[in-house]
Every structure is written in structure tokens, then in C-alpha cells.
Nanobody, 120 residues
């Protein structure tokens, strides 16, 4: 199995910064894409940022403020969030597309989520 463990959420004032981390562990053979999604109360889960061999993509709402990065040696993905706004408040979920040591196919895995609250 594969586990994704997130950290770094919390309460921050508007204009502040937070850095989220997500470490993947388990029977990992290879990781294709890693990314971050978020879900605000009453809304659907949406893509925030994703990184893969093909590059990175961001939601329009976070471009220029958020930066996704990845440490392949550590199977870890980060999300640096700057200039945070109240509308960024949500539960942030890590996602990874992983091929395990005992599978021939890639599977989709999720972390447990970490709360980010932007409020004064």
C-alpha cells in the first residue's frame, strides 16, 4: 500500500504564507504525478497545482501566488502558498499517481487532508 502524509496547514492572516508538505511512503515503485487539491465547505474538490514529468500546472486562482515543488529522492511534494486570501480557506489534499512494487498499473492515492484557514 501507499500512504501520503501531509503537514503544514494552519491559521494564517490574509497576505501571509504557509508551506504544505506531503510525503509518500510504502511499496512505491515509481511516482508519476504529485499534486494538491482543495475543498472548501459546500464546494467540490478542485485542483490547485500538479507536477509531473510533463511540467507543472496551476489553477488560475493561485497562479503567481502558489508554487509547487517536488523532491523525488524523498517522494515528497511541497506547496508554497504566499499572499494568502480568505478564499484560499479549505482542506488541502495531497494526491499522487503511483505504481506500487506489486502492480503493473498506476493507482491514485490521497492524503488525509490538512486544514488551511486564512482569516484576520
Amino acid at each position: 500500500q501507499v500512504q501520503l502524509v501531509e503537514s503544514g496547514g494552519g491559521l494564517v492572516q490574509p497576505g501571509g504564507s504557509l508551506r504544505l508538505s506531503c510525503a509518500a511512503s510504502g511499496s512505491i515503485f515509481s511516482i508519476n504525478a504529485m499534486g494538491w487539491y482543495r475543498q472548501a465547505p459546500g464546494k467540490e474538490r478542485e485542483l490547485v497545482a500538479i507536477t509531473s514529468g510533463g511540467g507543472t500546472n496551476y489553477a488560475d486562482s493561485v497562479k503567481g501566488r502558489f508554487t509547487i515543488s517536488r523532491d523525488n529522492a524523498k517522494n515528497t511534494v511541497y506547496l508554497q502558498m504566499n499572499s494568502l486570501k480568505p478564499e484560499d480557506t479549505a482542506v488541502y489534499y495531497c494526491n499522487a499517481v503511483v505504481k506500487t512494487s506489486y502492480s503493473t498499473r498506476y493507482g491514485n492515492y490521497w492524503g488525509q487532508g490538512t486544514q488551511v484557514t486564512v482569516s484576520s
